[in-house]
């Protein structure tokens, strides 16, 4: 059983930077891979930034060089930190967490980043 709550979404303007935190609970937290996901209005909910429990990251393109995934297995928590800021970054921003051994993943409630001018 792993609950996610994220944090820091806000409105920023372009070229401005901004940290989400996505706080877990779970004692084995630690081996899950964690995922942020965003969602846009009228477009479907897409893969940004993934961390494997072994530390390894994957970003989408429209991202690289400027979103950087990070996580804390002491404090249980994964970060995006979001630097250079454009308004197509503007979404509803999800944390998720999986595990193949565990048939299900978990969501967050989401946070709002609106990047504009």
């Known amino acids: 059983q792993v609950q996610v709550v994220e944090s820091g979404g806000g409105l920023v303007q372009p070229g401005g930077s901004l940290r989400l935190s996505c706080a877990a609970s779970?004692?084995?937290?630690?081996?899950?891979?964690m995922g942020w996901y965003r969602q846009a209005p009228g477009k479907q909910r897409e893969l940004v930034a993934t961390i494997f429990s072994g530390g390894s990251t994957n970003y989408a393109d429209s991202v690289k060089g400027r979103f950087t995934i990070s996580r804390d297995n002491a404090k249980n928590t994964v970060y995006l930190q979001m630097n250079s800021l454009k308004p197509e970054d503007t979404a509803v921003y999800y944390c998720?967490?999986?595990?193949?051994?565990?048939?299900?993943?978990?969501w967050g409630q989401g946070t709002q980043v609106t990047v504009s001018s």
């Open positions: 779970g004692s084995i937290f630690s081996i899950y891979d």
């Open positions: 998720n967490a999986g595990h193949r051994t565990d048939p299900l993943s978990y």
